[in-house]
């Protein structure tokens, strides 16, 4: 079992719709979850991270965390062209000092 | 405040050969870690250096190396480079005094082709 799993897509949502990103994680003692989107031919860039479980919105971003259901999600509303990227989640597990990083789920706006 | 800088961003190499990347870490940060991202992969853990000494390693063959400067400047080396070591290499420094962990901010990365 990989350490974060995601579905690797692609997934196309019309501009100005909300496009919902998934990741689940395998070790119960993760604590830190983030998102990262990724430009093609580009670094990954930290566009969220949360650790309680809930929601954390930060403008069009909002990540969501269950820890029972070991699953953090990432919604973009109002989706633009421009947030067509490859999304990455990471999990830090607890005593860890890495990141662990999923395969990327890429999303494509359709404007 | 300066960013995370890497160089080169592009290098060719020969299989069998070896290579030396750098990553200049952002001001004040003491910690450094390496990742390496396949093509459609999500980065993997190479190794971090806090201090000069390493600090964690992944599932990378001893011929993946590397050092701290105590600038706090890194360089990964690889030796008898393979084909699968073509990938990006990216490199993100950080602060664990700071207290919980947070998200890297990652250099541009080195993109290495092994031909």
């Known amino acids: 079992q990989k350490e974060v799993e995601q579905n690797s897509g692609p997934l196309s949502v019309p501009e100005g719709a909300i496009a919902s990103l998934n990741c689940t994680y395998s070790?119960?003692?993760?604590?830190?979850f983030f998102w990262y989107r990724q430009y093609s031919g580009k670094s990954p860039e930290l566009i969220m991270s949360?650790?309680?479980?809930g929601d954390k919105e930060d403008g069009r971003f909002t990540a969501q965390l269950n820890k029972a259901s070991q699953y953090v999600s990432l919604l973009i509303r109002d989706s633009q062209p421009s947030d067509s990227a490859t999304y990455l989640c990471?999990?830090?597990?607890?005593?860890?000092?890495?990141?662990?990083f999923g395969t990327g789920t890429r999303l494509t706006v359709i404007p | 405040e300066t960013g995370v800088t890497q160089s080169p961003t592009h290098l060719i190499k020969t299989r069998g050969q070896q290579v030396t990347l750098r990553c200049s870490s952002q001001?004040?940060?003491?910690?450094v870690s390496w990742y390496q991202q396949a093509l459609g992969q999500g980065p993997q853990f190479i190794f971090q250096?806090?201090?000069?000494?390493?600090?964690g390693r992944g599932n990378f063959p001893p011929r993946f190396s590397g050092l701290q400067f105590p600038n706090y400047s890194s360089e990964l080396n690889v030796n008898a480079l393979e084909l699968d070591d073509s990938a990006l290499y990216l490199c993100?420094?950080?602060?664990?005094?700071?207290?919980?962990?947070?998200?890297?901010?990652f250099g541009s990365g080195t993109r290495l082709t092994v031909v």
């Open positions: 993100a420094s950080s602060d664990p005094s700071r207290g919980e962990i947070y998200g890297y901010t």
């Open positions: 250096y806090y201090r000069e000494e390493e600090n």
């Open positions: 070790d119960r003692g993760s604590q830190s």
């Open positions: 001001s004040g940060h003491n910690t």
């Open positions: 990471a999990v830090n597990k607890g005593g860890a000092n890495n990141l662990f």
């Open positions: 949360i650790y309680s479980n």
